[in-house]
């Protein structure tokens, strides 16, 4: 078997083109999760023997063995493909040499190792095992290529503390969807879990328990590596200035003090902005978040901030009269949004906010992306309109809070989204950079992670990944997801059932 690579990676404009040439044969698999832009397939069919299977890079590949991505990768699918030889003598036997069989499995690629990842995933949902064990794969041709390049899953992991092996099972779940990026959403209001180097009382006394409950940094770089592994992206979020009950237990003078009349109720509300140390605290941690986590963007929140505190502080409400604010406390929010972003900028950072920031018409540069939270359909729609008319880049998440439960298949809601159906120009649309699945976790910890968030979130998973026209009928798409969900079962993911029926590897870990 062989891997060819060849050209320059640019993104996020790629293609993938694959093929599989075999032999005869009668037997074919449901489908592909999420649909490959083009697939065609046929009865024809070769038998794989998975001790004389290999992997191999090709002779003008730029990449070569020592790459630690694809080498892990190979190894990885190798035992995806074949469970049944994935210790002992086959595992080790997963080089890199020259074909021993007629199987060719060409990839032509004009990128980097990450679309290895989302072809070698293509093919191993191709291969299927029949009831005596032999393992096929029929003659198919596939070129593929993702709609969006961002297609991400939030975790929240302040209002339930998720141990990192649940994070990493994530990850390989959403590798298996083809998800490129994870969104943590690390601290909160409840929990301030993550360990910082330069304020260690933040966790310490923000975490649910200061030893326990927290992210060290190995923690932290076990994660990133594990995605990186998988061609994911790690996006750190740092909500403020609203979120921040936690940050308050650790860091003094760092939350506004509120007022009941004229003296202070002993309650505290968001970040208090206008003292200059809050600028300076925010620009050490957020120095010390940028080097720990290398992704070039930055989330930084901006989003539900209850003025009511601020409101009521006489120092603030001075501070307002001063800046020629008057009583509009949208323009102090877009004050210390706009001093947070200019933060992150000088540490060639590009940021991601909710789009309150946008809506409060504050001053943000041209590269920042908006991330849209809020609404139904009409509401999201004309959201995306407004923000791509004004030039931004724009992130969708408000028909994805899988979150909200509801009994039957509500993945259906989630499959049907049309994120590009808003009033704009074709320019307009190309500012719409992908979406991203929400699991919020006022409800979800560890024990019921993995079953709510699989498979619905594949639904949007296809949405995000393949051509809206070949994949508008839920219908049809069922026997697929169905399938995919089975072959989730076999990989060892938790994925709860679509509807009646039954999986020939039922999840062995219960």
């Keep these: ?28 698999v449901e489908g592909v999760w999420p649909l490959p832009q083009s697939i065609t397939s046929s009865p024809e069919r ?57 199987v060719r499995f060409k990839v032509l690629l004009n990128l980097n190792v990450v679309v290895v990842h989302t072809g070698l995933e293509t093919f191993s949902q191709l291969v299927y095992q029949e009831d005596f064990g032999s393992y096929y794969v029929n003659k198919t041709e ?27 099972k994530t990850l390989d779940a959403m590798a298996f969807s083809k998800f490129n990026v994870f969104h ?31 992210y060290t940094q190995s923690d932290v770089g076990r994660v990133i590596s594990f995605a990186r592994m998988r061609g994911i992206r790690v996006l750190p979020e740092f909500d403020s200035p609203g979120h921040t009950q936690s940050w308050g237990k650790g860091q003094s003078d760092l939350l506004t003090p509120c007022y009941s009349g004229s003296s202070p109720s002993g309650t505290f509300g968001p ?45 603030v409400r001075a501070f307002m009269l001063k800046m020629g604010f008057g009583a509009d406390f949208t323009k102090l929010e877009a004050y210390y949004m706009e001093n947070i972003v200019n933060i992150t900028v000088a540490l060639n950072r590009t940021s991601i906010v909710w789009q309150d920031v946008f809506d409060y018409h504050e001053r943000i540069p041209k590269d920042t992306v908006l991330h849209i939270w809020k609404g139904l359909p009409a509401s999201y729609a004309a959201e995306l309109s407004a923000i791509t008319k004004a030039g931004y880049r724009v992130l969708l998440a408000a028909p994805w809070y899988i979150n909200h439960i509801s009994y039957g298949q509500d993945w259906r809601n989630y499959y049907t989204v049309q994120p590009l159906n808003f009033s704009g120009t074709e320019e307009q649309k190309k500012l719409v950079i992908g979406g991203e699945v929400c699991m919020w976790g006022e409800y979800v910890d560890a024990t019921n992670l993995t079953p709510r968030l699989w498979p619905r979130a594949s639904a949007a998973a296809e949405r995000l990944w393949s051509d809206e026209k070949q994949t508008s009928d839920v219908d049809k798409a069922f026997p697929r997801l169905q399938d995919f969900r089975c072959e989730l079962l076999r990989r060892g993911i938790q994925a709860e059932p679509l509807f009646v029926g039954h999986c020939k590897h039922e999840y062995q870990g219960v």
């Design 1 to 28: 078997m062989s891997v060819v690579t060849s050209g320059r990676y640019t993104f996020p404009s790629y293609n993938l083109v694959f093929f599989i040439f075999l032999q005869l044969g009668l037997h074919s």
């Design 46 to 102: 070769y038998p794989l023997n998975p001790q004389a299977f290999y992997f191999t890079y090709g002779s003008q590949s730029a990449a070569q063995e020592g790459c630690s991505v694809l080498d892990e990768a190979f190894k990885r699918y190798f035992s995806l493909i074949f469970p049944d030889y994935s210790s002992g003598r086959f595992y080790s036997e997963v080089k890199f040499l020259k074909c021993k069989n007629e």
């Design 142 to 168: 596939i070129k593929d290529f993702p709609r969006f390049q961002f297609r991400g899953i939030l975790l929240d992991t302040s209002r339930h503390y998720l141990p990192v092996q649940a994070i990493l």
């Design 271 to 315: 970040v208090n902005p206008i003292l200059p140390s809050t600028y300076k605290f925010m620009a050490t941690l957020f120095k010390e978040v940028s080097s720990v986590f290398p992704d070039s963007y930055i989330h930084l929140g901006g989003d539900e901030v209850n003025f009511s505190c601020w409101k009521s502080n006489p120092d």
């Design 184 to 214: 943590w959403h690390i601290v909160d209001d409840p929990s301030f879990p993550y360990q910082s180097r330069t304020f260690p009382d933040l966790s310490a006394k923000g975490a649910f328990h200061p030893m326990t409950h927290i």
